[in-house]
């Protein structure tokens, strides 16, 4: 009976300490740990990319972003996005794709932002964004489309012929000048020539980069547009 008694004691201790062990685990596995992103891939690194209002360069940008959604659900047009799993340490870090919606700088995002991932920014500010900086194809321009006509008919009518002979009269031209219309720094970032064809001129080094001019031009040409932001920083 006493090795009997000793046999369960020692098989009750054993399970105990089984269960207390199990117990340990748990709670290990339930304590909170900081995300852990696997590393960037040389696909990704240097890759450009347009980064919300008031981001800080992409390294310190990574290092302060704690992933917490705050700017998306503050955006206001929706203009902000996630990176997907596939891009290693960037993946749940917010940008801006003007080609899928752009951004009206109406500065929320940077409001909420409980790091300095974000700098905060007023509407007023808008200029100190510098999210990107924009570049215009004239061949692509209805407006200047417009005005290289003209100057071909002309030279047409002064050589006593038709000025329908022009080699794209019959293209679909303008004047346009919506990007002008719906720029938030226009007369800064974009300013109209003198006459009646409403040709841009793009000034980039005081773009904001929000996108707004890319946006209207994808809707106009149905297609890809004569004037995008081009970014300005890449992918740490």
Known sequence: ???????????????????????????????????????TTTTTRGRPVVRPPGALEDGAFLAAC????????????GAIQFFGESWGRHQHTP??????????????????????????LEPRERAKARMATVELREDLCLSHKAKRIRAEQSELRAAGRAATEATAALERRGPCGECYMVCPLRERAIALE?????????FAEKCAGCGL?????????????????KPTRELA
Not at 24 to 34: D, I, K, S, T, V
Not at 97 to 119: E, F, I, W
């Open 66 to 77: 704690i992933r917490c959604y705050r700017c998306q659900d503050a955006c206001e047009p």
């Open 194 to 202: 003198p006459g009646a064809f409403l040709a841009p001129v793009v």
């Open 1 to 39: 009976m006493a090795g009997l008694s000793r046999r369960r004691l020692l098989a009750g201790g054993a399970r105990v300490a089984g269960a207390g062990a199990l117990l340990g685990l748990a709670q290990e596995a339930m304590r909170p740990r900081a995300p852990e992103y696997p590393a």
């Open 95 to 120: 940008y801006v794709d003007a080609s899928l919606r752009a951004c009206t700088l109406c500065m929320k995002c940077t409001q909420v932002c409980p790091t300095p991932a974000l700098g905060r």
């Open 213 to 229: 001019c890319e946006e209207i031009c994808r809707v106009i040409l149905r297609g890809d547009p004569a004037i995008r932001i």
